[in-house]
């Protein structure tokens, strides 16, 4: 019998299904992990819904394994959760790096296992992107383009502004810093995050700023709260994610301090992300922009693309980008939120 089997194994390896494609000749699921930079956060939410319904419609072929670190940080447990997932030999992995440089050293791992990997919402390093094979979510540059655009037609004349952002190493932040700060100025800067405003296209970032949440989404209502009590006269405040709407009933405390300003434009508050419930605070008056990504996107593509690259059928665009949606207070009604 061992020797039936042996002899079974060794013609499957010689048709060349080997690995993931053995597992399906026994008929079993791809494990195809979605792994975010962390699961409390209504963001990841949405790619992980995206990424169950692919699941449902590929009834029996594939398990969406959705697993990440629990809180904020910086990368270090999303690593060591890759590293897990390599040994035990998931068949394939779809990764949005909290710290591109770390989480390099992991992926390249991945490819000596022979593991395939997409990365999602964010990328790796330039220097590192052969260790994946596509990146599928948002041009992060362009999120920054939208939000200084959204800024500009508030505040033609500039100001000062705080940008707000996630991790330091958080390469798909960093983008969306360059292209605010790029957008601002008037000058395309050589690599992210930019040149500091310091008057340029009559912009200055006041001291302090720019401010890092590491994704903790308290501490980023905590943020705002203080530089708008410390510089009364702050003519925009933009967070690179949704970070402080994220708590909708803490934003909405601070927010509301400073709604007159906003309502009056004296205060250019516009935040990245256009999930239901920014969209809401934005009906309340409490946001005068968001520039949106598509989530369920990211996380539904990423499976048939995954699904394709382990069957050999095709291998999916590099990059591949999801869209964006930039929606105002005069826009709501027929923006798309996602």
Known sequence: MLKKLLLGTAALAIAGLVGADLAQAQGKKLTIALVPKNVNNPFFDQARDGCKKAERELAGKIECLYVGPGEHGG???????????????????????????AMAVALAEAKKAGIPVLTFDADLLEKDKALRIAYVGTHNYEIGVGLAEIVKSIKPNGGTICIQSGGAAAANHNERMQGI?????????????GERLTGQGGWTEIAGCPLYTDDDFNRAVQQMEDVLAKNPNLDAFVPTGGFPQFVPDAYRRVASKYKDKIASKQLA????????????????????????????????????????IIEKKQMPKDPTYTGLDKCTPETIKTCIGG
Do not use: C, H
């Not at 516009?270 to 520039?291: F, H, I, N, R, W």
């Open 75 to 101: 990368g270090e447990e999303q690593v060591q959760m890759v590293n897990d997932l390599i040994r035990r030999k998931v068949d394939g992995l779809v990764v949005s790096p909290s710290n591109a440089a």
């Open 181 to 193: 700060r790029d957008t601002l100025s008037g000058k395309k800067s050589d690599k992210a995050p």
């Open 269 to 308: 508050l516009v935040v990245a992300d256009t999930l239901p419930v920014q969209m809401k605070l934005m009906e309340e008056g409490l946001s005068l922009g968001q520039v949106g990504q598509r989530p369920f996107e990211m996380g539904y593509k990423s499976m048939y693309f995954m699904v394709d």
